[in-house]
């Protein structure tokens, strides 16, 4: 019994520090500055749920125990939510509506952004990012830069090794405007899914 509940509490740990990972990374301000990514609650959830999906998308690939951590990690995003929500002053009985919404639109996210990754070019990619983000975004939204930060990120995490990602840590790319050119022409091309 005890056991279970080290090694809960373990998992826990780690997906925390996984989330904080990727709540610091989805709130450089490169993101928003260099790219047009609007900085509001929205914009804010959008890049988010975007390093989320890219951190489930490698846990996925470490087998069993990586799906287990991406269900916590799952858990602390869903716990920060909930969090974020009391504290903006929604109301207690709205709560519960709001993070089954964003949990919802989590789900969206992940299937639209794995299929947009998986295509040989960018075109579904940056299509992906407009829809989610159009409506926020002012005429300085650049998805084709923010396309090739985002697939070297995924190319960053595709090379971790799988015991780094499953106590906890992960590498992402710096953040900046050098950087934040097509991404295919860091690592070649291609998709790089395991």
Known sequence: MLTWLKNRQDQRQKARSLYGSIVTQARSSALYASCGVPDTAEGRFEMIALHLVLVLHRLADAGAPGRQLGQAVTEAFVNDLDDSLRE??????????????AVGALCDRHAAYREA???PSDAP????IRARLAAGASQNLDAERLCGY???AKHSLDLLPGCEVLVGRVAWPQVD???MTNGRSHHG????AR
């Open 88 to 101: 903006m002053t929604v109301g207690d009985l709205a709560v519960p509506r709001h993070v089954k919404r």
């Open 117 to 119: 990754l998986a295509a």
């Open 125 to 128: 990619l940056a299509a992906a």
């Open 150 to 152: 985002i697939r070297q």
């Open 177 to 179: 405007k050098q950087n």
């Open 189 to 192: 091309g291609g998709d790089h």
